[in-house]
């Protein structure tokens, strides 16, 4: 999904370091990872760590703010597509949102590099992106999206990389309407709380990318170009790639269902696909649904 290079970069959404550990709940860990307390992701990392006080973290926003000014930085540039894929998305929410009753309120992202601290414990490229509640910030190392190809077998397109960010911004979305608690209180199995929290997140994603192609810098510039059937691809790919059952076939030679926090492979893209085709907060509402 290519931005149109004319538009508008905002670098004042994403910003560098993070506050000190002190605990809570971290949603959306690797585009999708529930942790609840002390319930370890997929990756085997207990993000509720304390803090590492011999990690220091360079802050990136200074040279974001240079190199990051229009959408035509967005498609040769990581870190600028991050920025650009945030500003999207946090665009398109502050429209959706009060059209649908509630009222959007705007969270940076912390863009980092190896290490740093969140309200939530320590995250790390071993970790992948989240949501951390406490401190209302998304945290994502962009060398996270390299791994999601070598590792998990997404593609490396555009798209495959912005789900990731649309996907912990449907997790501030959930915290704004109070939805974060039903992972909370049921976060295991193949129907739970923390399922059907994770493929709502997936189905917000989807929504984002119904109206990405008409939402809208301050200048009145569409940030990005409309979207091809490629690009649905990509996004399909990384939701695919972080299956709990593709997971655990390919960590432990087999599946089991009872202990899912994320939803499977076809589950992931089902509800991006219907976020996507139906564009409605009524049609992600995974927990009154009888089939996930």
């Known amino acids: 999904m290519s931005f149109n290079d004319n538009a508008s970069l905002d670098t004042s959404q994403v910003s560098g370091g ?3 550990g002190r605990g809570g709940l971290a949603v959306g860990g690797g585009i999708g990872g529930l942790l609840i307390v ?3 992701l997929f990756f085997g990392v207990d993000l509720t760590g304390g803090s590492n006080p011999g990690t220091t973290t360079p802050d990136p926003s200074s040279t974001l703010a240079q190199e990051c000014r229009t959408g035509a930085d967005a498609n040769t540039n990581v870190d600028c597509r991050l920025v650009g894929t945030v500003n999207s998305v946090q665009a398109y929410w502050a429209t ?3 059209a649908a009753g509630a009222t959007y309120v705007r969270v940076n992202t912390v863009g980092y590099q190896g290490q740093t601290q969140s309200a939530c414990g320590t995250a790390s490229n071993a970790v992948g992106p989240f949501y ?3 401190d209302k910030l998304v945290y994502i190392d962009t060398s996270f999206f390299a791994e999601l190809t070598s590792r998990f077998g997404a593609d490396g397109g555009a798209l495959a990389q912005e ?3 649309a996907h912990e911004y449907g997790h501030h979305v959930q915290d704004i309407l109070g939805l974060l608690d039903n992972a909370q209180r049921d976060p295991q199995g193949a129907t739970s709380g923390a399922v059907r929290t994770e493929l709502q ?7 984002w990318a119904n109206g990405a ?3 809208k810098d301050e200048n009145g510039r569409a940030y990005l170009k409309p979207l091809t059937q490629r690009d649905i691809e990509s996004a399909l790919s990384a939701a695919s790639a972080v299956g709990d059952d593709r997971i655990q076939q390919k960590s432990q030679g087999g599946v089991n269902p009872e202990s899912w926090t994320h939803g499977s492979a076809a589950q992931r893209q089902r509800w991006f696909t219907t976020g996507y085709t139906k564009g409605s907060l009524q049609a992600c509402d995974t927990f009154s649904a009888r089939t996930l």
């Open 132 to 134: 951390c509640p406490t």
């Open 18 to 20: 993070g506050g000190r």
């Open 201 to 207: 997140a997936d189905c917000l994603a989807g929504m």
């Open 38 to 40: 002390v319930v370890g």
């Open 213 to 215: 192609a008409s939402t």
């Open 163 to 165: 789900y990731v960010v």
């Open 96 to 98: 959706a949102l009060p």
